[in-house]
């Protein structure tokens, strides 16, 4: 069985998949009078004909070794997960390889970040690893398909980045 | 100067301001060969002629009992919260009154909630009661002028809810 090492959530090797949204940097921002301040529009999203909605997913938390066997895009809509606590949490893509996932990378973010999966990119389903596995997910609302899935002829063992 | 309990976050009551995002009833579909329910596009969301957009906010932490001197609206879209913490926060709107606030109310949210201002709805600035005061907003980009402000002539006092 194939197995990767995930590793800390990098912000350019995820570019290819999706977005990092965090704090990195300076505000774009200060309001409120100083109180707060604005993080601006951190990801790119793309709803196709449909429109963006908010949705909560609340999962089952999971555990390195991690097996995985499913990976899905959403062809119409990207798809982004705020953890509504202060866990990281495990996030799998795979580049597109002539319509199929191709070899998988697994990353474990930091508290404090969320991610917006690109619209088509391939991902594992949310994977939890501290309960309460809640999640607000912005993702397109609207008719048609919007999902494919692939089950994997290999599984796959992610394990936990090296401490 | 006048004061104001708040009161604990409903559904029904805050049904005039905006949407109460969270996990109540059963999930609208479950995914992920059952391991995690969906609780699907729980927000009434409107960007008239921009698009949607995630930010981060980090605000800083109040108490109770919290002075409201200012209250702001968003003509053009509405603006969502999402807490990436488990704790509830402090929720202050006002029903328009001639185009302007009338008396405000305030709803302390449980752990677990997001909240949705509908557009144009007038409200307090985040007020998060707890650190890490994170929250990610979804809101309205593009073009304009989509911020309204309006000082109180007499700032509102808001109390704490009875325990």
């Given at each position: 069985m194939?197995?990767i090492?995930?590793?800390?959530?990098?912000?350019?090797?995820?570019?290819?998949?999706?977005?990092?949204?965090?704090?990195?940097?300076?505000?774009?921002?200060?309001?409120?009078?100083?109180?707060c301040?604005?993080?601006?529009?951190?990801?790119?999203?793309?709803?196709?004909?449909?429109?963006?909605?908010?949705?909560?997913?609340?999962?089952?938390?999971?555990?390195?070794?991690?097996?995985?066997?499913?990976?899905?895009?959403?062809?119409?809509?990207?798809?982004?997960?705020?953890?509504?606590?202060?866990?990281?949490?495990?996030?799998?893509?795979?580049?597109?390889?002539?319509?199929?996932?191709?070899?998988?990378?697994?990353?474990?973010?930091?508290?404090?970040?969320?991610?917006?999966?690109?619209?088509?990119?391939w991902?594992?389903?949310?994977?939890?690893?501290?309960?309460?596995?809640?999640?607000?997910?912005?993702?397109?609302?609207?008719?048609?398909?919007?999902?494919?899935e692939?089950?994997?002829?290999?599984?796959?063992?992610?394990?936990?980045?090296?401490?």
């Open positions: 194939t197995e090492v995930a590793q800390p959530m990098s912000i350019e090797a995820f570019a290819l998949f999706g977005d990092v949204i965090d704090c990195a940097g300076d505000p774009d921002k200060i309001i409120n009078q100083g109180k301040g604005r993080y601006h529009d951190r990801a790119v999203m793309d709803f196709s004909d449909g429109h963006a909605g908010i949705s909560l997913f609340r999962a089952e938390p999971r555990s390195f070794p991690y097996t995985l066997e499913l990976l899905e895009r959403h062809p119409y809509g990207s798809q982004a997960f705020v953890p509504m606590s202060e866990h990281g949490f495990l996030v799998i893509v795979a580049p597109d390889v002539g319509g199929k996932p191709g070899t998988p990378l697994a990353f474990l973010t930091e508290p404090g970040q969320a991610i917006n999966f690109h619209r088509g990119t991902h594992g389903v949310l994977t939890p690893l501290h309960a309460p596995g809640l999640f607000a997910v912005v993702d397109r609302i609207g008719d048609g398909a919007n999902l494919e692939v089950w994997l002829d290999q599984p796959v063992t992610i394990t936990a980045p090296p401490s």
